[in-house]
């Protein structure tokens, strides 16, 4: 079992940035699947961007459509941390930030879904307004 504890979250001004950090105890995410995941009001929890280890050298990065080019995951395993670096943020990405981790190998196809998740952070909240 893993823990996952978020940070990072807050109030920003459209067209500006936020870091969020995302802190793994319990045991090692080196080679697991990570994702950060957001749930607006009325609407499914989904992901954000993910990273999965290829099994070669480098881990392959995934984003939704809506962050492509303004959203940047990232993994410290030697800190077993996951990060997303949030740049041109927009009123639509307030809402709710959630890390997730899976405890098994995920392929590409398996990485979009919330069930294939199975440790979940509280959640840091960020939020868009000018």
């Known amino acids: 079992q893993v823990q996952l504890v978020e940070s990072g979250g807050g109030l920003v001004k459209p067209g500006g940035s936020l870091r969020l950090s995302c802190a793994a105890s319990g045991r090692s995410v080196s080679n697991y699947p990570l994702g950060w995941f957001r749930q607006a009001p009325g609407k499914e929890r989904e992901l954000v961007a993910t990273t999965r280890w290829t099994g070669g050298v480098a881990y392959s990065k995934h984003y939704a459509d809506s962050v492509k080019g303004r959203f940047t995951i990232s993994r410290d395993n030697a800190k077993n941390t996951l990060s997303l670096q949030m740049n041109s943020l927009r009123p639509e990405d307030t809402t709710v930030y959630y890390c997730?981790?899976?405890?098994?190998?995920?392929?590409?196809?398996?990485?979009?879904?919330?069930?294939?998740?199975?440790?979940w952070g509280q959640g840091t909240q960020v939020t868009v307004s000018s």
């Open positions: 997730a981790s899976s405890s098994t190998r995920l392929i590409v196809g398996e990485l979009w879904r919330t069930r294939n998740y199975d440790s």
